[in-house]
């Protein structure tokens, strides 16, 4: 066991734990972001090739070895069985913690009644070829009690009636970056394809296919996919679940990208009351408007108004990363500059 701090009787305990399968670029840098307040850590290794195994080994985890079933709950519940601490940090080797690391420190007096959600704030380019990088926040649940295990076979969820607490701890993810995603082509996709066969009315995992899709910029099929699942979810809370907003965002922009603007506005018709404290939602929507001016040039006079008002209500409400799916600057600069920019290039509307 890797002891950092020293011996307090009567303490709660943490422990990193970990599935990785060549992860040699960014494996050591995971470790370090919490080597410091964990007291054990736990790497379980898929059948790796590269030199992930020895890394893992040099940072002072606890190797093994788990032969892949295709199954990432069946994964992550044998390395949760090697812990031996009444808290468990489940992080994957593409993230590091950057902030919070205090709060992982407070839970040595904490009992451990409550799972924690995490904010993971994922790195992603731009679509269609522009260069700039983004930040979309997911909050997850990671720091779970000893006895909590998973249950999915892709994009796994932690099982249990315990309360969720959010808790500020920040972890930085690039395994959405294209050179990443490159490395993972068609990874998920046939487990996911193979769970919603089994599951055809499960909203969430037609939310992740179309995800899924997406990101491969299949756009057609990531559509279908989230027009489903937004059916699915007719019958709930218009917030609910979390992750809703960030699938109607994503629909909205799929949307736009098959050209179906028109569709897409009537969408965000639908559900712009519920959505008064969202700037990604104002900021889709004026892309939204502004693709459907570009389409519509004869009403354009009367659209571009709207898209400026759109970015102008971004700014007024600012910054709302508790929102799935939130994409950092929507609520600030990513909105002036679109704001800026209509001024430079429409200066009349």
Not at 224 to 245: F, I, K, N, T, V
Request: charged share 25%; with cysteine; aromatic share 6%.
């Amino acid at each position: 066991m890797t002891t950092t701090a020293p011996p307090d009787p009567g303490r709660y305990t943490v422990a990193l734990v970990m599935i990785v399968r060549d992860e040699a670029r960014c494996l050591r840098r995971c470790i370090d972001s919490v080597r410091a307040h964990v007291d054990q850590i736990v790497v379980v290794d898929t059948g790796s090739v590269d030199d992930t195994v020895a890394i893992a080994r040099s940072a002072g985890a606890e190797v093994s070895h788990f032969t892949w079933i295709n199954d990432f709950s069946a994964a992550r519940n044998a390395a949760l069985a090697l812990s031996r601490c009444d808290w468990n940090l489940v992080l994957d080797a593409d993230e590091t913690v950057y902030s919070g690391h205090h709060i992982l420190d407070s839970l040595r007096r904490e009992p451990p009644q409550f799972i924690g959600r995490i904010e993971v704030c994922s790195a992603f380019s731009q679509a269609h070829g522009q260069s700039a990088v983004q930040e979309a926040s997911s909050w997850i649940s990671r720091i779970l009690p000893r006895t909590v295990r998973f249950e999915g076979t892709v994009h796994e969820q932690a099982v249990s009636d315990l309360p969720r607490k959010d808790l500020p701890v920040v972890v930085h993810h690039d395994g959405y970056m294209p050179e990443q995603m490159r490395g993972k082509q068609g990874r998920n996709a046939a487990l996911l394809a193979q769970a919603v066969a089994s599951h055809p009315d499960d909203p969430y995992l037609l939310y992740q296919l179309g995800k899924e899709h997406e990101v491969r910029d299949r756009f057609a099929e990531a559509g279908h996919a989230y027009e489903q699942a937004m059916r699915l979810l007719d019958s709930a809370s218009p917030r609910e679940p979390g992750w809703r907003h960030d699938l109607l965002l994503r629909h909205l922009f799929v949307l736009k990208a098959l050209g179906r603007t028109a569709q897409a506005l009537g969408e965000a018709e639908k559900a712009m009351a519920h959505w008064q404290d969202s700037p990604d939602f104002f900021f889709v929507l004026g892309d939204l408007l502004l693709e459907h001016a570009i389409q519509n040039p004869e009403g354009a006079t009367e659209i571009i108004p709207m898209a400026r008002q759109a970015w102008q209500r971004c700014l007024e409400i600012g910054e709302n990363p508790r929102l799935e799916g939130a994409v950092k600057g929507r609520g600030s600069h990513l909105a002036r500059h679109n704001l800026d920019a209509l001024s430079k290039t429409l200066p009349g509307l």
